[in-house]
């Protein structure tokens, strides 16, 4: 198990750096096709289409070949799409080749987080904590090295870093061995025999689980829509707000996901010691009072304090309300994850959609206060969702705990 834990590490890894590529370049990506931020949006909105189609098309790539070859496929798409973002193709052409890359990637964190849930019963919250610190150092280690590489003026190696990577992943999952889990990985089983019953579709989300259901949905929208914004847009806001240098904005992204990692490291311990719902309602809260911050920052040295504290918030919210919504809802482990990262592969494309378009028609601080308003319904949802919890405990007080 801990074999798969850690070549699942490797692949949120490789997730991490894939989803921050485009961002981390993006300057001189637009520079060099003469284009502006509503282009740049719509090129993210792209990628993450093809992320929402990876996951919803993952339950039949599983049936039809198993998890194992799903993630080989995936992963080589990834890598494929990777090498010609750096032949630099027409600007039309860069089109397609988003909506490769969104769908392996989107497909393998859709495949790993639903093995991870559904596999490991006690401490989910750190075995999942675990995967997205890999993802954090991922997102983190591909500005600097993206801020060198432009530095150099050698951007567009940046690209092969990832298909690199990308290829080491192939290698381990093709000739790992796992044990027992060998079977899960490799067979094409049908959906009513993996024993979380999801023949049953939407009627497993019947009445009150529908509302948790539909609550979880919005919350994973806008969380991974304004993670991916400020991940894809940090550096385009601090040139645009403050003058600075391509390379130097390009660092802020790096700050962001140190800060992500660092915060990830303990966000499991956290969540399984002061319960998951108590974690995300007071990240959301934390999250949201420092977006409220951000339009206020006018120096470098606020803005990337500001940046810090705010991935240090955000660092345990995916991972955690991942692990707390499938909790809310037993007996829906395979299905609840990838509807939920759907969800946030939605978010992730329509929300940096609205950002470039923003960033071109408003000022900068009218986008940043956009992203405070996103804050503001993550601290009602997580809030609402607090209370549906707490109303559950108290119905079950006087009666016998179920598992």
């Given at each position: 198990m801990?074999?798969?834990i850690?070549?699942?590490?490797?692949?949120y890894?490789?997730?991490g750096?894939?989803?921050?590529?485009?961002?981390?370049?993006?300057p001189?990506?637009l520079?060099?096709y003469?284009?502006d931020?509503s282009?740049?949006?719509t090129?993210?909105f792209?990628q993450?289409t093809?992320?929402?189609?990876?996951?919803?098309?993952?339950?039949w790539?599983?049936r039809r070949?198993g998890?194992?070859v799903e993630?080989l496929i995936?992963t080589?798409?990834?890598?494929?799409?990777?090498?010609?973002?750096?032949a630099?193709?027409?600007?039309?052409?860069?089109?397609?080749i988003?909506?490769?890359?969104?769908?392996?990637?989107g497909m393998?964190?859709?495949?790993i987080?639903t093995?991870?849930?559904?596999?490991?019963k006690?401490?989910?919250?750190i075995a999942m904590?675990?995967?997205?610190?890999?993802?954090?150092i991922?997102?983190?280690?591909?500005?600097l090295i993206?801020s060198?590489l432009?530095?150099?003026?050698?951007?567009?190696?940046?690209?092969?870093?990832v298909a690199?990577f990308g290829v080491a992943?192939?290698?381990?999952?093709a000739k790992?061995?796992?044990g027992?889990?060998?079977q899960?990985?490799?067979q094409r089983?049908?959906p009513?025999k993996?024993?979380?019953q999801p023949?049953?579709?939407?009627?497993a989300y019947s009445g009150?689980r529908?509302?948790i259901l539909?609550?979880f949905?919005a919350?994973?929208?806008l969380?991974?829509?304004t993670?991916m914004s400020?991940?894809?847009?940090m550096?385009?806001?601090?040139?645009?707000?403050l003058?600075?240098k391509?390379?130097?904005?390009?660092?802020?992204?790096t700050?962001f996901?140190?800060?992500?990692s660092v915060?990830r490291?303990?966000?499991?311990?956290?969540?399984?010691?002061?319960?998951y719902?108590?974690y995300?309602l007071?990240?959301c809260?934390a999250s949201a009072?420092?977006?409220?911050l951000?339009p206020?920052?006018?120096?470098?040295w606020s803005?990337?304090a500001?940046?810090l504290?705010?991935?240090l918030?955000?660092?345990?919210?995916?991972?955690?309300?991942?692990v707390f919504a499938?909790?809310?809802?037993p007996?829906?482990?395979e299905a609840?994850?990838?509807i939920l990262?759907?969800?946030g592969?939605?978010?992730?494309?329509?929300?940096?959609?609205?950002?470039g378009?923003?960033?071109d028609?408003?000022?900068?601080n009218?986008?940043?206060?956009?992203?405070?308003g996103f804050?503001?319904?993550?601290?009602?949802?997580?809030?609402?969702a607090?209370r549906i919890q707490?109303g559950?405990?108290?119905?079950?007080?006087?009666?016998?705990?179920?598992?």
């Amino acid at each position: 198990m801990k074999k798969l834990i850690w070549i699942g590490c490797l692949s949120y890894f490789l997730i991490g750096l894939a989803h921050v590529i485009l961002g981390s370049v993006l300057p001189v990506v637009l520079e060099h096709y003469n284009r502006d931020y509503s282009d740049s949006g719509t090129l993210i909105f792209t990628q993450f289409t093809g992320f929402l189609l990876g996951v919803l098309v993952s339950p039949w790539f599983n049936r039809r070949f198993g998890k194992r070859v799903e993630l080989l496929i995936a992963t080589g798409l990834l890598c494929c799409c990777e090498l010609l973002y750096m032949a630099l193709p027409p600007w039309g052409w860069l089109y397609i080749i988003a909506l490769g890359a969104g769908f392996g990637f989107g497909m393998i964190e859709a495949v790993i987080g639903t093995v991870i849930i559904s596999a490991i019963k006690e401490n989910t919250a750190i075995a999942m904590s675990r995967l997205e610190v890999l993802f954090g150092i991922g997102a983190l280690v591909m500005p600097l090295i993206a801020s060198g590489l432009m530095e150099a003026g050698y951007w567009r190696i940046s690209f092969a870093v990832v298909a690199l990577f990308g290829v080491a992943t192939i290698a381990f999952w093709a000739k790992g061995s796992f044990g027992e889990m060998d079977q899960v990985l490799d067979q094409r089983s049908a959906p009513e025999k993996t024993g979380t019953q999801p023949s049953k579709g939407m009627r497993a989300y019947s009445g009150r689980r529908m509302l948790i259901l539909t609550l979880f949905i919005a919350f994973f929208f806008l969380y991974v829509g304004t993670e991916m914004s400020l991940a894809n847009f940090m550096p385009a806001m601090l040139i645009e707000k403050l003058g600075m240098k391509e390379a130097g904005a390009a660092l802020s992204v790096t700050c962001f996901w140190i800060a992500m990692s660092v915060g990830r490291i303990f966000a499991g311990y956290i969540a399984e010691k002061f319960e998951y719902r108590v974690y995300v309602l007071f990240s959301c809260l934390a999250s949201a009072v420092l977006l409220l911050l951000l339009p206020f920052t006018l120096q470098v040295w606020s803005s990337f304090a500001v940046i810090l504290m705010l991935g240090l918030a955000m660092s345990g919210i995916f991972s955690i309300a991942l692990v707390f919504a499938s909790k809310l809802l037993p007996g829906t482990e395979e299905a609840t994850p990838s509807i939920l990262i759907a969800s946030g592969g939605v978010g992730g494309a329509v929300l940096p959609l609205l950002t470039g378009w923003s960033l071109d028609h408003m000022a900068v601080n009218e986008t940043q206060w956009m992203f405070a308003g996103f804050a503001g319904g993550l601290l009602l949802i997580s809030g609402l969702a607090f209370r549906i919890q707490q109303g559950n405990l108290e119905k079950t007080s006087n009666c016998p705990e179920r598992e």
